[in-house]
């Protein structure tokens, strides 16, 4: 008897199914649910690991961004630590004696849509030989040279795949195709850096468009993760009065992806808060998901009625294998 075979046989998939039959939804979605749940448990048993705290986010450029993206409009770069103006170093040597495990280098976008972490490459260097801080960065679009410097001191790279032409055009605003995240992926690859590619659930006005173009996409790029972002309509951006994604969306999309791939599924720390954070991550966990970062009370409710083992991993981001803690 297989290993797989054996982890089904070991938990109970009756709690899953209950709650699954109790959603008020299309009979197509709880289907759907339910095999990918059970999939969950043949690849990874009744483990599920909570991420309660991820790396601090440094910005690069401060609150500066040359594209200002509709949903975002900057408005995040504000909650980041700023590493602009030299002051990066300074910034991860004190997460670095606080005992942070690791920092989150991000930024404003550059018009060719890259994040400008390659241009900090002394600095960068300078910081992984002096500590002990892994170091993920968020790279946005990067051509060859751009991988070949982040392989120099980049342990995951965290890049947003877009499947459709039209949401990069019109939500991100700049000159840029489906081809070109395509493109990124494969030259991180090959540069030998470990990827953790990131599916942004509604972007193009709270709706779906292009997700499951970008999932193909991530296919072939061997990720060690696969993680779901969820569009949040935020206060001070043109897309404040859009409605996030609806909720037999964001399991399609998810149900999709953990029918496609071996490796982790991670729910990110980027998502909506309240009544509907609360739904996404019973969604969630029943759709397939293995991770979540920062889960709700929710979360914890939901794994405990469903007999999972509930491993917690603090000051961790949920892109990295928890044996590297």
Do not use: W
């Not at 770069?77 to 989150?104: F, N, T, V």
């Not at 910081?127 to 801080?133: A, F, G, M, P, Q």
């Not at 969630?284 to 920062?294: E, K, Y």
């Not at 709700?296 to 009625?305: F, G």
């Amino acid at each position: 008897m297989s290993g797989i075979h054996f982890k089904i046989m070991r938990y109970d998939l009756h709690p899953a199914q209950s709650m699954i039959d109790a959603f008020e939804t299309d009979a197509g979605t709880k289907s759907a649910m339910f095999r990918a749940f059970t999939r969950r448990v043949e690849l990874f048993g009744s483990n599920i690991t909570f991420f309660k705290e991820p790396f601090t986010p440094v910005s690069l450029t401060g609150t500066r961004c040359s594209i200002s993206c509709r949903h975002c409009n900057a408005h995040y770069l504000s909650h980041m630590l700023d590493g602009s103006g030299g002051k990066l170093y300074l910034q991860a040597s004190k997460l670095a004696e606080k005992r942070a495990k690791g920092i989150l280098l991000s930024g404003g976008s550059c018009t060719d849509g890259s994040v400008p972490t390659y241009r900090f490459a002394e600095t960068i260097k300078k910081i992984k030989n002096d500590t002990n801080l892994m170091i993920s960065a968020h790279t946005g679009i990067v051509n060859h040279m751009q991988a070949r410097i982040l392989s120099e001191y980049l342990d995951m790279a965290l890049v947003d795949v877009l499947g459709d032409d039209e949401t990069i055009h019109d939500i991100l605003g700049f000159e840029a195709c489906v081809s070109d995240y395509e493109s990124s992926l494969k030259e991180l690859a090959l540069a030998g850096i470990s990827l953790a590619p990131h599916i942004i659930v509604g972007l193009h006005n709270g709706r779906l468009k292009g997700e499951f173009r970008a999932l193909e996409i991530v296919r072939k790029s061997n990720p060690e993760v696969v993680v779901i972002v969820i569009f949040i309509p935020t206060k001070g951006t043109p897309l404040e009065n859009a409605a996030p994604p609806k909720m037999e969306d964001v399991v399609k999309v998810i149900t999709t992806a953990r029918e496609m791939f071996n490796v982790p599924l991670s729910l990110s720390c980027v998502r909506p808060g309240g009544r509907y954070r609360s739904l996404l991550d019973m969604y969630a966990i029943l759709s397939g998901v293995d991770r979540l970062a920062v889960p709700s009370r929710k979360a914890y409710a939901v794994s405990r009625e469903l007999g999972l083992d509930i491993a917690e991993i603090p000051g961790m981001c949920c892109s990295y294998d928890t044996g590297k803690d």
